[in-house]
Every structure is written in C-alpha cells, then in structure tokens.
C-alpha cells in the first residue's frame, strides 16, 4: 500500500508546493470551510450539500480507507484541493474505483487537480484495481478535458439523470479509464 508515502510535498506550475496527505479527522473543520469557498456552480453538481456541517461530520466520522480514501492538498493549513478514490473491495464491481475531485479556483491551471488525480491512479494500481470511472456533469467542461488529458474516455452520456442542487435535470456523463497493465 502506498500510503506510508504520505504526507509528501508537490511542486505547482506557479511553483508553490502543496502537501497532499490523506483526510484526517482534525480536518472537519478545514474541509467545511473548503467546500464553503467553492463556488455555488460547483458545489451544484456535488452528491451532497457539502455547506451542511453535518455532511461532513459524517463523512469524518465513518472514515473508512478501505472504502473511500480521501487525499487533501493543503497550502501551509488551508485545504486547496480534495480527491477521493471510492471503491468497494467484494462484489462484481471490486476491480473499479471512481476518482471524484475538487479544487479551490484559487488553484485552478496550476497542475493540483492533475497531481491530485495522478496520486489516486496510484494508490488505485496499488489496490490492483482495473479501471476508473469518473461522473460529472457537462457543465464542468474543464473537469472533464482534465480527465479526458489523463487518458479517461467518455463511455456514456446519460440524459437528465442527475438531479443538481437547484431541483434542475442534468445529463451525467460517465468516463472511463483502464489502469490494468
């Protein structure tokens, strides 16, 4: 497992370096007040209302590396990016992953997302995982040519399935990676 290497310090384009360290549970605090920074489009599109403090209470208190692993990039103490590579190690789907992220627009085009996301395809070849999904809505349109540059191919383009923040219909689309030597 890849995990003794953390935490470990990443260089950005501008040249800042970022520390990229699993979720820990001190980081509640932290993490609400990064998804309170997150602007309303993004945070639209997440699963949860992320703006709850209960949600991430949650989420800290059922930490559990062998289902979700949440990574963080933190700029000295503030929270800059969170990643998380989610999968299920029993069943007919124990061989996927799904890589969700988001990063702070302060940190946009600087490279995090991408070392980000480069981190979790590591960790998933770790767990010997085959391939990697990742969802998104279309209008995250950097999102996706960001994991369409890392070699994730659109698979399916489901129409009005997902159900955004604002009681809106939105298409999800739905692409795939494989990661198997």
């Not at 360290?21 to 639209?44: G, I, T």
């Not at 700029?75 to 992953?97: E, M, R, S, Y």
């Not at 997302?113 to 969802?135: C, G």
Request: a negative charge; one cysteine or more; proline letters at 6%.
């Amino acid at each position: 497992m890849t995990l003794y290497q953390y935490p470990k310090s990443e260089s950005l384009k501008d040249g800042r370096r970022v520390t990229i360290r699993p979720l820990r549970k001190e980081d509640e605090k932290a993490l609400h007040e990064y998804f309170l920074r997150l602007p309303p489009e993004d945070r639209m599109c997440l699963r949860d209302d992320v703006t709850d403090p209960k949600v991430i209470e949650n989420w800290i208190y059922d930490l559990d590396y062998d289902i979700v692993l949440p990574l963080i990039a933190l700029d000295v103490k503030q929270i800059a990016a969170n990643g998380t590579l989610q999968f299920n190690p029993i069943g007919w789907t124990k061989h996927q992953g799904e890589i969700r992220i988001t990063c702070d627009p302060e940190y946009r085009k600087k490279g995090l997302a991408t070392v980000l996301i480069e981190n979790l395809m590591e960790i998933a070849a770790d767990y010997h995982l085959k391939q990697l999904t990742a969802e998104m809505a279309p209008a995250l349109d950097e999102a996706y040519f960001l994991f369409e540059k890392l070699g994730f191919k659109e698979a399916a383009v489901l129409k009005g399935f997902i159900k955004d923040l604002k009681g809106e219909y939105q298409d999800l689309v739905l692409m795939i990676k494989n990661i198997s030597p």
